[in-house]
């Protein structure tokens, strides 16, 4: 996938060459060396081989077409995209791009952050963002250097573009190397897309949802303000003050607005079923706030299920993030129940798409506008399926992610193993998609 240009790109400080020079925008210049025949090249030292090269000058990176030689010990060091390696000595660069949703409020590195980056070497391009929730000047205080939005693009090739959620949609080859949720990898829409723009450019798709350690937990998240907020708006919903639509605000704001609703009534029953991970421990800290003590549920209360004491509850968090085929929290005829208390249920895991979804009783996700939905009179039954709930408390959201993924950044290019992983994932998905566009070529069905 990669071209040699790119390739040449990655093996970046370790070379100097000198020749024609081509200005590309952003001050990123080609050469296009003499044209090298493979029979008139010199001879190859025995500890070296040919591989296209790169220099760089200042602020200015220099990629020429022709093969430079270098020794075996420096290509080692040299990274291709697909392997995301380079030398211990080569700090990443990091640019942080604009997100082109105009809710999305959070920001992947925030400005502390930011300075502690750059006060490890690391250079940090951060691009103007009217909708982020950190000025811009404060990441210029920081040390960063600012660039407009969309300017990732033309980003010096080395730099890691690092994001949080979807890329516009131009251009049509993505050449650099993006950290983001790319939601490609499970068949979603736009997957095929994303990947083939990756394909195209010979880029890389580092993506956070796959940036786990040797168990498999997930090194960067937002699951616990998601579940803060998902419980949130179930009581704030079941107290009959959730406002439409939502705006995103502070946990101050919403602390307050869960402090207004208290009447002093007797208070719901609330479930938390995934009490244990992230988003379950966010789902009880805003139910504490709230004034009440939930039941928790976690793998080991689900084994066998006591669906009529879930359905005695008033309100229900679904928290569960599940790996496999698993019995459904709830069905049709519990909606359809008459004996049912339940009247609430907030489904912060919003896995509608999936095969393993336990809450199969609704099939598309609530909006901001229309935060709550009803499934049945009754009983009444309501659900509120929102899925970026974190981007409702966008400030507290970033410090909290941002403080997960700065030590990750940190090792970034070095041969650390979750990025390695990362990579792999990437790798895999880009040859899914080869393997069902062969099939499709060759006239037979997609496998799903
Ligand atoms: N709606 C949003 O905006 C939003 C934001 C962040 C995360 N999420 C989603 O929330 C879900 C949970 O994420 P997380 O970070 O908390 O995951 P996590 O791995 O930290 O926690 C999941 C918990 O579910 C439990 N669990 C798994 N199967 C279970 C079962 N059958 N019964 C009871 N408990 C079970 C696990 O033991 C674990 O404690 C994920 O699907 C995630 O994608 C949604």
Redesign the pocket.
């Known amino acids: 996938m990669a071209t040699a240009g790119h390739v040449a790109a990655r093996a970046g400080r370790l070379l100097t060459v000198s020749d024609d020079v081509v200005l590309l925008p952003d001050s990123t210049r080609r050469l296009r060396g003499p044209a090298v025949r493979p029979d008139a090249r010199p001879s190859r030292p025995p500890d070296s081989h040919w591989i296209p090269g790169i220099q760089e000058s200042g602020t200015s990176q220099v990629v020429f077409t022709n093969p430079v030689l270098v020794s075996d010990s420096a290509a080692a060091r040299a990274p291709g995209p697909s392997d995301s390696v380079c030398s211990m000595a080569e700090l990443p660069r990091l640019w942080v791009r604009h997100e082109v949703r105009p809710t999305e409020r959070r920001a992947p590195i925030v400005p502390s952050d930011a300075r502690r980056l750059v006060e490890r070497g690391i250079a940090v391009t951060v691009e103007e963002s009217p909708q982020r929730a950190f000025p811009i000047g404060e990441y210029a205080e920081a040390g960063c250097a600012v660039a407009p939005s969309g300017g990732w693009v033309d980003a010096p090739l080395e730099a890691y573009v690092v994001g949080l959620k979807e890329l516009p949609d131009g251009p049509a080859e993505l050449v650099h190397r993006h950290v983001f949720f790319g939601h490609a990898y499970k068949g979603q829409q736009g997957a095929g897309e994303l990947l083939r723009r990756f394909a195209a450019g010979g880029g890389e798709l580092l993506d956070i949802e796959y940036l786990v350690d040797s168990d498999g937990r997930?090194l960067a998240?937002?699951?616990h303000w998601?579940?803060y907020v998902?419980a949130a708006l179930a009581v704030l919903r079941f107290r009959g003050t959730l406002p439409a639509p939502l705006q995103p605000s502070s946990k101050e704001a919403l602390d307050a607005a869960l402090g207004a609703s208290n009447t002093g009534k007797t208070e719901p029953a609330a479930i938390v079923?995934?009490a244990?991970?992230?988003?379950?421990r966010g789902a009880r800290a805003a139910l504490a706030t709230a004034g009440i003590e939930p039941t928790c549920?976690?793998?080991e209360e689900?084994r066998v299920l006591d669906r009529p004491a879930l359905l005695g509850h008033d309100i229900m968090v679904n928290?569960?993030?599940?790996t496999g085929p698993?019995t459904p929290l709830l069905t049709k005829e519990d909606v359809e129940d008459p004996a049912r208390r339940l009247s609430v249920v907030s489904d912060?895991?919003?896995?509608t798409a999936s095969d393993w979804n336990?809450l199969p009783i609704y099939q598309h996700t609530t909006s901001w506008e229309r935060p709550a939905r009803r499934l049945h009179d009754d009983p009444p039954l309501e659900i509120i399926a929102?899925?970026?709930?974190?981007s409702l408390l966008p400030r507290e959201a970033s410090v909290a992610f941002s403080a997960e993924l700065t030590p990750q950044l940190m090792t970034l290019g070095t041969a650390d193993p979750a990025w390695r992983r990362c990579a792999a994932e990437f790798r895999a998905a880009l040859e899914r998609l080869e393997r069902r566009e062969r099939l499709h070529e060759a006239g037979r069905p997609r496998p799903t």
């Not at 244990?276 to 379950?280: A, E, I, T, W």
């Not at 929102?386 to 974190?390: C, F, Q, S, T, V």
């Open positions: 997930r998240a937002f699951g998601a579940g998902g079923v995934g244990l991970g992230r988003v379950g549920w976690d793998l689900t928290a569960v993030l599940t698993t912060v895991t919003c896995d336990v929102i899925d970026n709930l974190p």
